[in-house]
């Protein structure tokens, strides 16, 4: 079956433009999160959804960084007056529920360069 | 707060030679543990997992055993191939937890 996806899968902007990320997760998948991963930084997580709602927003580096989820389904990642330590591949997993128990499948990532 | 500590690469290595990659944790309750990989161009691959002590999680001849004296889950195969080559991550999500916490990484690449 189709896995996570997520466009573009590519993203070259300027400083100070807005971008938008997207993600498709696995059909049925109630939860979904995102992760970032920098040079600096390693791979770390962003938020969580479950279902629509983000109980957990608390990787969210600034108030410039936003993201919701429609339908239960796709969500989409926004980062307002982009800033170059902004620049990292952006992924996205879904899982059944939002349980360790349950494996999280990653998208192949959206790499960001912010010039 | 939670953190993971593996071992620096990159790590060269040649065909049928034994791989170890170290793991740390420090967690305040009890977690699972898992190793992802990245092979090029793709995404990451659940590989192998753990959620109890003195388990051992098993996968494409990779293992790792959850080492809870030592707060450790290194990865080990003892036979690597050329397609091994990835890029090996350390995970762990806590006590009723959702999200991972990742290790920085660690390049292996196997030649011929």
């Known amino acids: 079956g189709a896995g996570v996806s997520q466009s573009p899968s590519n993203k070259v902007t300027e400083k100070g433009k807005d971008v938008e990320l997207r993600c498709d997760p696995i059909?049925?998948?109630?939860?979904l999160y995102w992760y970032r991963q920098s040079l600096g930084q390693g791979l770390e997580f962003l938020i969580y959804f479950q279902g629509n709602s983000a109980p957990d927003k608390s990787g969210l580096p600034s108030d410039r960084f936003s993201a919701e989820r429609t339908g239960g389904s796709v969500s989409t990642l926004t980062i307002q007056r982009t800033q170059q330590e902004d620049s990292a591949v952006y992924l996205c997993?879904?899982?059944?529920?939002?349980?360790?128990?349950?494996?999280?499948?990653f998208g192949p990532g959206t790499r960001l360069t912010v010039t | 707060g939670d953190s993971v500590t593996q071992m620096e690469g990159p790590v060269t290595l040649s065909e049928e030679a034994f791989l170890t990659i170290n793991c740390t944790y420090t967690?305040?309750?009890?977690?699972?543990l898992f190793w992802y990989v990245q092979y090029p161009g793709e995404g990451l691959q659940l590989l192998l997992k753990?959620?109890?002590?003195?388990d051992k999680g098993s996968n494409k001849g990779f293992e790792a055993t959850y080492r809870k004296e030592t707060t450790s889950f290194h990865l080990e195969k003892g036979s690597v191939q050329v397609s091994d080559s990835a890029v090996y991550f350390c995970?762990?999500?806590?006590?009723?937890?959702?999200?991972?916490?990742f290790g920085a990484g660690t390049t292996v690449t196997v030649r011929a």
């Open positions: 997993a879904s899982s059944l529920e939002g349980s360790i128990v349950y494996e999280q499948y």
């Open positions: 059909s049925g998948h109630t939860a």
């Open positions: 967690a305040t309750g009890y977690p699972s």
């Open positions: 995970a762990l999500s806590d006590t009723n937890d959702y999200k991972l916490s």
């Open positions: 753990a959620t109890k002590a003195d």
